[in-house]
C-alpha cells in the first residue's frame, strides 16, 4: 500500500522559511515523478512543483518560482520542498503526490494527508 | 486566474448526467493527456480519469473524459447524491513546462 507522509507545516511569520518533508513507503520511489500541490483555504488546487526521478528535473509554477526548491533523496525515499521568502499568499495545505506511472510528470495518484502552512505575523 | 477555465458550479438532478468542461489552449490540453480529481471537503484529491478517457482501477465506468481541441470534458452519469463534490482538471502545459489545474467546479445533486 502506498503512503505519503508529510510533515513540516506549521506558522511562520512572512519572509521566513519552512522545510516540509514526505516520507514514502509502498512504492519503487525511485521510478516516480513526485509532485506538490496546494490548496490555500477557500481555493481551488494549485500546482506547485514536480520533480523527475532517475534525472532530478524540477519544474516549478511561477507563484513559487524562485523561492521554493524541490529535491528528493531516493536512498531515503524522502521528498523535500523547501520554501524561502515565505508570504501570506503562501498560506495553504500542501500535499505530496505520488505520479500514476514512471511516464508521467504531473498525473498523481495517491496523495499524502497534507500539511498546513500558515505564513502570517 | 487559473490556466484551465471550469465552470465555478453545475447542477443535476439524481439519476441524470452531468458535464464539467475544462477549457485551455494549444499549448496544454491540445497537447497533452487531461486528468480528472474529485474532492470532497477536507478530503484529499481523488483522481477520476487520467491520459484524458482512463478510469484508475475502483472508478466506476458512470465517470468519463474526452478531449476535443483545446478542451476536454467530464462526463458523470446515473447522479447520486454522494457525488456532491469539487472537480478539478489538470494537465501539463509544454510551454512554459509547468502542471496547471483548472479553478475547479462544484457539482450539486439536487
Known amino acids: 500500500e502506498v503512503q505519503l507522509l508529510e510533515s513540516g507545516g506549521g506558522l511562520v511569520q512572512p519572509g521566513g522559511s519552512l522545510r516540509l518533508s514526505c516520507a514514502a513507503s509502498g512504492f519503487t520511489f525511485t521510478n516516480y515523478a513526485m509532485n506538490w500541490v496546494r490548496h490555500a483555504p477557500g481555493k481551488g488546487l494549485e500546482w506547485i512543483s514536480a520533480i523527475r526521478s532517475p534525472d532530478f528535473r524540477t519544474h516549478y509554477a511561477d507563484s513559487v518560482k524562485g523561492r521554493f526548491t524541490i529535491s528528493r533523496d531516493n536512498s531515503r525515499n524522502t521528498l523535500y520542498l523547501q520554501m524561502n521568502s515565505l508570504r501570506v499568499e503562501d498560506t495553504a495545505v500542501y500535499f505530496c503526490?505520488?505520479?500514476?506511472?514512471?511516464?508521467?510528470?504531473?498525473?498523481?495518484?495517491?496523495w499524502g494527508q497534507g500539511t498546513l502552512v500558515t505564513v502570517s505575523s | 486566474q487559473s490556466v484551465l477555465t471550469q465552470p465555478p458550479s453545475v447542477s443535476a438532478a439524481p439519476g441524470q448526467r452531468v458535464t464539467i468542461s475544462c477549457s485551455g489552449s494549444s499549448s496544454n490540453i491540445g497537447k497533452n493527456s487531461v486528468f480528472w480529481y474529485q474532492q470532497f471537503p477536507g478530503t484529499v484529491p481523488k483522481l477520476l480519469i487520467y491520459d484524458t478517457n482512463k478510469r484508475p482501477s475502483g472508478i466506476p465506468d458512470r465517470f468519463s473524459g474526452s478531449k476535443s481541441g483545446t478542451s476536454a470534458t467530464l462526463g458523470i452519469t446515473g447522479l447520486q447524491t454522494g457525488d456532491e463534490a469539487d472537480y478539478y482538471c489538470g494537465t501539463w502545459d509544454s510551454s512554459p513546462s509547468v502542471g496547471v489545474f483548472g479553478g475547479g467546479t462544484k457539482l450539486t445533486v439536487l
Open positions: 503526490a505520488k505520479t500514476i506511472s514512471p511516464a508521467h510528470t504531473v498525473t498523481c495518484d495517491s
